[in-house]
């Protein structure tokens, strides 16, 4: 088993940053891809970005150019650098670990989930 902690959320002007980080415990996850996801209310969630390894990256076409994922290994941790943020990014992050390589946007890939931290970005 995998327990996933995110942290990092909370209200940011647009045009603001936040990071956002996520702690697993139970096993390491350095061999897993680890992804983060949002949803907003009303909305299905959505992926966000994801990592294998230390560099193999993915994004959704909205968030590209400003956020950045990444991850440190000896920490067990996966981290999410937000820049430029916008009202749209507004939503509950979840973070999320896929025991293999799968680094894609389908949310039902993913074997692990965190409880998910509120990011508010207001106008």
């Known amino acids: 088993q995998v327990q996933l902690v995110e942290s990092g959320g909370g209200l940011v002007q647009a045009g603001g940053s936040l990071r956002l980080s996520c702690a697993a415990s139970g096993r390491p996850v350095n061999n897993y891809a680890m992804g983060w996801f949002r949803q907003a209310p009303g909305k299905e969630r959505e992926f966000v970005a994801a990592i294998v390894w230390r560099s193999s990256t993915s994004y959704a076409d909205s968030v590209k150019g400003r956020f950045t994922i990444s991850r440190d290994n000896t920490k067990n941790t996966v981290y999410l650098q937000m820049n430029s943020l916008k009202p749209e990014d507004t939503a509950v992050y979840y973070c999320?670990?896929?025991?293999?390589?799968?680094?894609?946007?389908?949310?039902?890939?993913?074997?692990?989930w965190g409880q998910g931290t509120q990011v508010t970005v207001s106008s």
């Open positions: 999320a670990v896929n025991r293999g390589y799968y680094s894609g946007p389908r949310a039902d890939e993913y074997d692990y």
